[in-house]
């Protein structure tokens, strides 16, 4: 374990005063995730300020540990490189950064269900309640294909469909638009990859596998594998991982500037 450094200190006591005042928050009906997590653009919920708050709110012990654990680990050796004042910026940016990467590739994602919802109602047919349905991952595709079939054939008429989607389509955009994003680990995945830069050869521990890794390899593959499972976009993966490749590309442009700046100022 490295020596705990200011900076880092200082963010892993706000990460865990946070927790701790969420839990106690609770109990009084306060939900802290609701009110600090960052959700998408067109929510209802959405407050700018969440850029910054949701990267100290956690959704449970081991989401905080994972997290501070890397932050003490890797942060702790690159702020006694860097000083605490530029890795405190680093942090918060890339954090940020994560966010705001996040909430484009939500944007991109949920733009084949915003065209198809309108150009439903725009022509409500058989063919444009399947593309609705197909948009998105809320409603059940057998489900659509067989009232699209009974529309068709005249089991339900027009007026009938319409009326049951403009009430499901509301509670479809409340699911897909309130559901926060917590957590630190844009703003972690941001000091993996620097930390990968900084100390390449550095041959980390990994549980469970016998032998030491790389950084620079471990960096990879684990941008790989979030690249991955981002596009899967496997069922039940709650894990929001393009939010950690953007707090990785944020680093990585961030880096890039100041690598520039100082080739700059020796020049």
Do not use: C
């Amino acid at each position: 374990m490295p020596q705990l450094t200011n900076g880092a200190k200082a963010l892993l006591l706000a990460n865990i005063a946070v927790f701790v005042l969420g839990f106690l928050a609770e109990r009084t009906g306060f939900d802290i995730d609701k009110n600090l997590g960052l959700y998408y653009i067109k929510s209802e919920y959405f407050k700018p300020l969440q850029f910054i708050t949701y990267m100290f709110v956690h959704a449970g012990f081991m989401h905080l540990f994972f997290n501070m654990f890397a932050l003490v680990q890797f942060g702790s050796m690159i702020e006694s490189v860097w000083g605490t004042k530029r890795f405190v910026f680093y942090y918060l940016v890339t954090g940020v950064g994560a966010g705001v990467i996040h909430i484009i590739v939500t944007h991109l994602q949920l733009m084949p269900f915003l065209d198809a919802v309108d150009a439903f109602f725009a022509n409500p047919t058989p063919d444009s309640l399947v593309a609705l349905g197909t948009s998105t991952p809320v409603f059940k595709d057998a489900a659509i294909m067989e009232l699209a079939d009974r529309w068709r054939t005249g089991f339900y008429t027009d007026e009938q469909i319409i009326e049951a989607f403009e009430q499901q389509i509301p509670q479809a955009k409340a699911m897909l638009f309130n559901t926060p994003v917590v957590g630190a680990s844009g703003a972690v995945f941001g000091l993996l990859l620097a930390f990968g830069l900084m100390f390449p050869n550095l041959k980390l521990q990994i549980i469970f596998i016998p032998i030491g890794i790389p950084a620079k390899y471990f960096v990879i593959l684990y941008g790989i594998a979030e690249l991955f499972f981002g596009i899967k976009d496997f069922s039940g993966d709650n894990i929001a991982h393009f939010a950690h490749l953007g707090g990785m590309l944020v680093g990585f442009v961030l880096l890039m500037v100041w690598s520039r700046g100082n080739r700059q100022r020796y020049e």
